[in-house]
């Protein structure tokens, strides 16, 4: 992990940050995804169908990817003397391979700009890639946006 302090924030652009822990990505865990959002769509709950769909089993939701961001980007990036990280969103995803049910996931990424923003606070960009254990592709490619306050 990388812990820094606000006030060092702006000399980080250009700071490749590692890689997070490996999280599961478990049947469950898409399940709770698929009631928390309404989607129900059976390549992501119906594991006996989705055997003999287009990628052999389940497979997560892209958006669940996406949200697992979050909890990776916190094991991977700290700024403890901050009172409020806000995701202020993201210039661009993609989702070039499925996340299999069953499958670890990790992150890594690269901060790409520091900017200071009104009210005391800096904006940071990010490059970010969710990396599947075992996995040719990525599952996703991102550059999210943050706003750390003190």
Partial sequence: MTT??????????????????????????IDLFADATDDHQWIHVDP????SGPFGGPIAHG?????????LWTNLFDVPDV??????GLNRVRFPA????????RLS?????????????AQITADVVVEIEN????????QPVFRFYR
């Fill in 63 to 71: 958006y669940l990817t996406l949200a697992l961001v979050i909890p």
């Fill in 135 to 142: 996995g040719t592709k990525p599952a996703c490619v991102a």
């Fill in 98 to 105: 499925p996340v299999p049910a069953g499958a670890r996931i």
């Fill in 83 to 88: 009172t409020t990280k806000v995701n202020y």
């Fill in 109 to 121: 990424g690269t901060l790409v700009s520091v900017e200071q923003i009104g009210g005391g606070g």
């Fill in 4 to 29: 820094v302090a606000f006030d060092d924030l702006p000399g980080l652009a250009g700071t490749s940050l590692g890689v997070s822990e490996w999280l599961d990505v478990t049947q469950a865990r």
């Fill in 48 to 51: 006996e169908r989705a055997r």
